[in-house]
């Protein structure tokens, strides 16, 4: 099962989470939150959004594919934490998000 975790920024003292996989790989790195509640809400939306396709915004560069989860008005909650060198790779890491993300457990770190 994959997990999300919590850290607190000892540059800006912000909220940010990050999403591993159950293998450990780091799938997905959010944006900065101001508060650990909002940062709370963030993993709360990428756990209801993750299992709905029209959640991931596919990005296609000429060097690698990555993804970003954005919000039903289009903002982005996270973004994939590597770039892929092929499109499955990009979708297998997407699939993982879809399977793991809703029913994962949240680890504080801050």
């Given at each position: ?21 159950s293998n450990g ?31 991931y915004l596919r ?52």
């Amino acid at each position: 099962m994959g997990k999300f975790k919590v850290f607190k920024s000892t540059v800006n003292q912000q909220y940010f989470f990050r999403f591993n996989a159950s293998n450990g790989e780091q799938i997905l790195s959010s944006e900065m939150y101001t508060t650990k509640q909002n940062c709370y809400n963030g993993i709360a939306a990428v756990k209801s959004r993750a299992p709905y396709d029209s959640a991931y915004l596919r990005i296609d560069n000429p060097l690698d594919y990555r993804f970003n989860m954005i919000s039903t008005n289009y903002q982005v909650i996270a973004r994939s934490s590597e770039g892929y060198t092929t499109k499955v790779n990009r979708e297998n890491a997407i699939g993982v998000v879809k399977n793991e993300a809703p029913t994962a457990p949240i680890e504080d770190l801050s």
